[in-house]
């Protein structure tokens, strides 16, 4: 039941509806929960508060007990991309490794059970997945967190991704809409542009999410990113014509659109947070995503007043507004009746974050022998053996399956698993922001588990690749990359690698658009911690 403090005026109140704020902590404080008697819908969670599946189940009841229908939002793509595992690495592979398995019914079944995992912990509305084309090999933003650079591939995944994360009772927020993928600039930092012609637009951009439309995704995020052909004044997030003509005119979407983060730089540094939320309501945005650095009460009260303020002055139509807080109700409405309809299935949240919900399903052991880089189909090993998962009847995870099966491997005619430690180094690129810097990536903690005595390091820079000879010594020789083909630093540090040590294994774990090389040479498609182990268990032979 919705519960509003009394004397609380209705312009007031669906002003904070539409605002979708985080907060730091991992217990929700006293200004959130005063303002979610006021009238506030939603809640969106990051790292800084998860603590553990147990911990962040505390905390979603405690806003429930405020308002029973709050909207609890995370961004949890899986792969790079996580908040339930920021500080071990995720248990899904990601979005790029699930387009290279090209297995719509493994998507589905892998958003299946990380809608169940947050379900579990109470959360109802998951910013992803997203559907940008990753037709710009540069792009700093997207990467693997897109399925791939082909269209039509990335349309049938997000659709499946929707499906079966929304089937878990969770809502989908297919993102970044128009599309993210042909940029060269991270919208954290700065306003992209698309200068694509209207044709393009339709053919590659778009087609995604017409297909997120049909497979019914009940929310929509925006792009902060200028796109002439279909509005050359103002980017998508703060444009009528994209918002309003395009997406809900002319691809019919009737869905929640939520904003990509406002306090990102393409729009506060260009227009600032309280201008910049009136313009997107006004555009035909739904819900004012902000939290992600600015997470306190004043943010709330500054963009609650104004939003009134706007309404007052005439700049903003009061009916635009509570259209708009009618949308964020109906959606938290629906996720309320899946909760309810899945009460007596839901998985114990103790279970939720820890890979023990596992599922069967056809997958494999990525890697084949030679050149050709063509991935495995059979799952190896089992719950209590070193291919395995540890799903308590005894099933291989959903997620790890996934990873292994995204592998592409090369070997060279010579080249034998490690059987004594290596030495792993890391050359390490800047994390973007969505990434971010406080989750572990790479293979070396899965081949200490596998190769005990194994050691790492992190190199960047001009000195990367002598340094890195310099600290492995004698041993064999571990090199991780990630999107080597946008970093020259880390392609002349592998090639200084590869002529001392040509026997040097090399594990790609971002998009590998770089020939391959090294005595084996993996490519993972994502960073995350299962993409690690399975490139671990084929460096080891398990």
């Not at 704020?21 to 009238?39: C, I, K, V, Y």
């Not at 997030?237 to 009737?254: N, P, Q």
Request: glycine content about 12%; aromatic content about 4%; some cysteine.
């Amino acid at each position: 039941m919705t519960t509003f403090a009394s004397g609380t005026d209705t312009l007031t109140r669906n002003a904070l509806t539409v605002l979708q704020p985080g907060f730091t902590g991992t217990t929700a404080p006293d200004w959130l929960l005063r303002r979610l008697g006021e009238g506030l819908a939603s809640v969106g969670l990051f790292g800084r508060n998860i603590a553990s599946p147990e911990q962040l189940a505390v905390l979603t009841a405690q806003l429930r007990a405020e308002r029973e229908d709050v909207l609890v939002a995370i961004d949890e793509e899986g792969g790079d991309v996580t908040r339930l595992e920021v500080r071990t690495g995720s248990s899904f592979p990601g979005n790029h490794a699930l387009g290279a398995v090209d297995d719509v019914a493994l998507t589905e079944q892998v958003a299946l059970e990380l809608g169940r995992r947050l379900a579990a912990c109470g959360v109802n509305l998951n910013w992803a997945p997203s559907a940008d084309v990753n037709s710009n090999p540069a792009n700093p933003v997207i990467g693997v967190r897109s399925f791939g650079a082909d269209t039509h591939l990335v349309a049938r995944h997000t659709a499946a991704y929707v499906t079966g994360l929304q089937a878990a009772g969770v809502a989908a927020c297919t993102k970044h809409f128009p599309g993210h993928g042909d940029t060269a600039v991270d919208s954290h930092h700065a306003l992209p542009r698309i200068d694509a012609d209207l044709s393009v637009l339709q053919s590659r951009e778009l087609v995604p999410f017409r297909a997120a439309i049909a497979a019914g995704s009940r929310a929509v995020m925006s792009a902060h990113i200028l796109v002439p052909a279909l509005d050359p004044d103002r980017p998508a997030t703060l444009s009528r014509r994209i918002l309003t003509g395009l997406l809900r005119e002319e691809l019919g979407y009737d869905g929640l659109i939520v904003t990509d983060g406002m306090e990102m730089q393409a729009i506060a540094a260009t227009y600032g947070i309280e201008r910049g939320s009136v313009l997107a309501i006004a555009a035909g945005a739904d819900a004012i995503c902000v939290g992600g650095g600015l997470a306190d009460d004043d943010t709330v009260r500054r963009l609650r007043d104004a939003l009134v303020s706007a309404v007052r002055s005439g700049e903003l139509s009061e009916e635009r507004l509570a259209d708009a807080a009618d949308r964020v109700r109906a959606l938290a409405e629906w996720t309320a009746a899946s909760a309810a309809a899945r009460k007596a299935a839901t998985v114990s949240p103790t279970n939720g974050l820890n890979g023990s919900n596992a599922s069967n399903s056809p997958g494999g052991a990525g890697g084949t022998d030679g050149a050709s880089g063509v991935r495995g189909t059979g799952v190896t090993g089992g719950a209590n053996g070193t291919g395995g998962a540890g799903g308590p009847d005894g099933a291989v995870d959903v997620g790890l399956v996934a990873a292994r099966r995204a592998l592409t491997v090369t070997r060279s005619a010579s080249y034998a698993p490690l059987t004594e430690a290596p030495y792993v180094a890391a050359l390490t690129p800047v994390a973007n922001i969505a990434v971010g810097d406080e989750t572990p990536w790479g293979v070396a903690a899965e081949l200490v588990r596998l190769l005990p005595g194994t050691e790492t390091g992190s190199f960047t820079g001009e000195d990367a690749g002598s340094s890195a000879l310099a600290a492995a010594g004698g041993r064999p020789l571990v090199a991780v990359v990630r999107d080597e083909h946008r970093h020259p630093w880390m392609a002349a540090a592998l090639d200084t690698l590869l002529a001392s040590r040509p026997d040097t294994v090399v594990v790609e774990m971002g998009v590998p658009q770089s020939a391959p090389r090294g005595a084996l040479h993996i490519a993972t498609h994502g960073a995350a911690r299962v993409c690690g182990r399975a490139a671990a268990e084929i460096i080891a032979g398990a």
